[in-house]
């Protein structure tokens, strides 16, 4: 039972271009929804993460854009580097005391020069 | 550098093999995280443990156990392998165990089983 779906599965962008990262969550108790990224032969690293009482939140280039009412949430990319080139991960974790995280499947993005 | 460490960095064994993976957490945090990745699932939490206790429990097989040792690092125990437990296991860790904790994850332990 995947209860964070992420998609697309893998993304190729030009430098400079938008990538956009969507996820989907069903468990209404989730209120804590972090993005991490993972270069190759790494451990994930949290990015940016948002609670659905704010509907965007930016830090530097990356973005998320939350909608409580649809449960999605999106990572966008501006001005995209090859150096974001990486697997993009959302998580989601619930309000019941616990740190625990589900994560989406990830994202493979490529920046292309 | 995350501050989290595993090892070993690879294993391979056979199978119906039992081996365990070590985790040292950052200084100062008292959660460690297991995970476990692969292509198909994605990552997968398995369990945590906070300060020495088991604090939640995930997609662990009862093949595999952990535990947390006094000086906090911990050691995750997979026993009778199968082909399909080959994957990346993460250790992460985390100040606390509430909600919304940030976890700092390791660099992996790559299994292998033939």
């Known amino acids: 039972q995947q209860q964070v779906k992420q998609s697309p599965q893998s993304l190729i962008v030009q430098k400079g271009g938008i990538p956009i990262i969507n996820c989907a969550y069903e468990?209404?108790?989730?209120?804590?929804f972090p993005w991490y990224q993972q270069f190759p032969g790494k451990g994930p690293a949290l990015l940016i993460a948002?609670?659905?009482?704010?509907s965007e939140k930016k830090e530097g280039r990356f973005t998320i854009s939350f909608n409580k009412s649809a449960k999605q949430f999106s990572l966008h990319i501006m001005d995209s580097q090859p150096g974001d080139s990486a697997t993009y991960f959302c998580?989601?974790?619930?309000?019941?005391?616990?740190?625990?995280?589900?994560f989406g499947k990830g994202t493979m993005l490529l920046v292309s020069p | 550098d995350s501050g989290v460490t595993q090892t070993p960095k690879h294993l391979i064994t056979a199978t119906g093999q039992r081996v365990t993976l070590r985790c040292s957490p950052r200084?100062?945090?008292?959660?460690v995280y297991w995970y476990q990745q692969s292509l198909d699932q994605g990552l997968q939490f398995l369990i945590q443990?906070?300060?020495?206790?088991?604090?939640a429990k995930g997609n662990i097989l009862e093949r595999f156990s952990a535990q947390q040792f006094p000086d906090l690092h911990s050691e995750l125990n997979l026993s009778s392998l199968e082909l399909g437990d080959s994957a990346l296991y993460f250790c992460?860790?985390?100040?606390?165990?509430?909600?919304?904790?940030?976890?700092?994850f390791g660099p992996g332990t790559r299994l292998l089983v033939l």
């Open positions: 992460a860790s985390s100040v606390g165990s509430g909600e919304g904790e940030t976890q700092y």
């Open positions: 443990y906070y300060n020495g206790e088991e604090r």
């Open positions: 998580a989601a974790s619930a309000n019941s005391g616990y740190s625990t995280l589900t």
């Open positions: 468990n209404t108790a989730f209120d804590y």
């Open positions: 200084s100062g945090d008292l959660s």
């Open positions: 948002i609670r659905p009482d704010v």
